[in-house]
């Protein structure tokens, strides 16, 4: 089956830094790829939809200039956590829609966000 | 608006014993139906899924059948293993659009 590889699958960084989390496709193309976070024991809450070559769409409530995304290629999504903070801590995790079967998404194996 | 209300947890079993995890949708139009199983310390794994109303959706011994008439698609396995413990999102997603989870269910199942 598609496969849609995160990385890195842990990070911890300090207050302030930024932290970049790539999300890939590996074997198809996806002109679509989502952002979700997930918060303990919570679902997982789109952030925002990003499609290659445009703007994201960021859901209400999510900071644009905090967490920029970038869709530069069919195969490649980064989110970045700009001057992250400890209340960013959390599961980020990424699904792509492979353009060929549209009712069905894939999903990264998540990133696990530490803010010290 | 697209929305998924799940059976809230935590779900304890004991090994054998028969499954159901309740999962009820409203949604604009004729959306595909999901199960997805997050293991320990991982991402999200498709279970099975359905894509259009009567759809039994299965695999490795779960099942889940869209009914729209009650607008359901309840998971199910009839004898669970100490290996299905785990959080369980059902979902749904129409065309070309985003998905929508339930909160999950937490699954833990003891010997």
């Known amino acids: 089956g598609a496969v849609v590889s995160q990385h890195p699958s842990w990070v911890i960084c300090k207050s302030g830094t930024s932290v970049k989390i790539e999300c890939r496709s590996l074997?198809?193309?996806?002109?679509?790829m989502f952002w979700y976070r997930q918060f303990p024991k919570q679902s997982l809450m789109l952030m925002a939809t990003s499609n290659e070559g445009s703007k994201a769409t960021y859901e209400q409530g999510v900071e644009k200039d905090k967490f920029l995304i970038n869709h530069a290629s069919l195969t490649l999504s980064t989110l970045t956590v700009t001057s992250a903070h400890p209340e960013d801590s959390s599961f980020y995790i990424c699904?792509?829609?492979?353009?060929?079967?549209?009712?069905?998404?894939?999903f990264g194996q998540g990133t696990r966000l530490t803010v010290v | 608006g697209n929305s998924v209300t799940q059976m809230e947890g935590p779900v304890t079993l004991s090994e054998e014993a028969f499954l159901t995890i309740n999962c009820t949708y409203t949604a604009t139009g004729y959306p595909s139906l999901f199960w997805y199983v997050q293991y320990p310390g991982e991402g999200l794994q498709l279970l099975l899924k359905?894509?259009?109303?009567?759809d039994k959706g299965s695999n490795k011994g779960f099942e889940a059948t869209y009914r729209k008439e009650t607008t359901s698609f309840h998971l199910e396995k009839g004898s669970v293993q100490v290996s299905d413990s785990a959080v369980y999102f059902c979902a749904l997603s129409s065309t070309g659009n985003q998905f929508y989870f339930g909160t999950g269910t937490s699954l833990t199942v003891i010997p």
């Open positions: 699904s792509a829609r492979d353009t060929a079967v549209r009712t069905e998404a894939f």
């Open positions: 359905a894509t259009k109303a009567d």
């Open positions: 074997d198809f193309q996806a002109t679509t």
